[in-house]
């Protein structure tokens, strides 16, 4: 058994590791309440902007058949070059955040190369960037630091290479891959396809209201690029501000975990100690009443 003064240092030094963990669990949870705003607010914006992508492509197939000329909207049935695009945290400590970004983008890169597609990796974050560099997996851009401060700035950076690579014919497809925020307690993992914008079937209902979207036909091309770019740019700058509230939520519950483990490790430690000052005693009386004894 090991000595009291043993057992009294390890005490000692998982209480210090309780004082970090609570103290980052406290971060997290200051900084996710930020972050859950800025998702929320972005969130809104990111779904309308889809709507509307989605109802342009099915009046665009409604009305043109084929599809429009524009290469965002064409589709190629079996792409030789995919680039992947996926965001993982510059920081760790915060559980299987990371690893399910990364154990997804694996996935679709065996999946695509059984398919005979060459796969190309745009990284964000350190963690994932770190994962692949190690299993020896080339990665066309890295980008470290925009994980944990957003900004649309940033975002337009990483993916207007992205879209000069689609419209010069070097990528056929782009995905983007990011675990993302789906409440306090859960990460969601989370896949589009961003390039070229699938084309949907338009379909009538009676809860959805008449739109009132026109398309001119001497303003479509010009329009047509306009309004997709913006779209791959912002749901670029949301996948980060997502990612990152996802990564505070992630992180907060592996601190509070690791808290309480601590905790409970405290607690064992302490009954550890107990019956080794105990058994000390016990031993020291024996000792005393044994040299009495010896001494009639």
Known sequence: MASLKEIKRNIQSVKNTQKTTRAMKLVSTAKLRRAEAAAKQSRAYAQKLEEMMEEMSAKINHYKIGGSSSKFFN???QPKVV???FVTADKGLCGGFNIQTIKRVSQLINTYQQQGAKVRLRA????GIEYF??????ILEKYVGISAAPSYEKAQEVIQKAIDDFMDGETDKVILVHNGYLNMLTQELRESNLMPVAIKEETASENKPESMMEIEAEDEEKMLDSLVRKYFEYSMFYALIDSLAAEHSAR???MDAATNNAKERVGKLTIAYNKARQEAITTELIEIISGVESLK
Request: aromatic fraction near 6%; charged fraction near 30%.
């Open 124 to 127: 964000v974050g350190r963690k």
């Open 83 to 85: 680039d992947i695009i």
């Open 75 to 77: 589709e190629v049935s």
């Open 133 to 138: 560099t190690f299993k020896g997996i080339d």
């Open 252 to 254: 907060m519950q592996a």
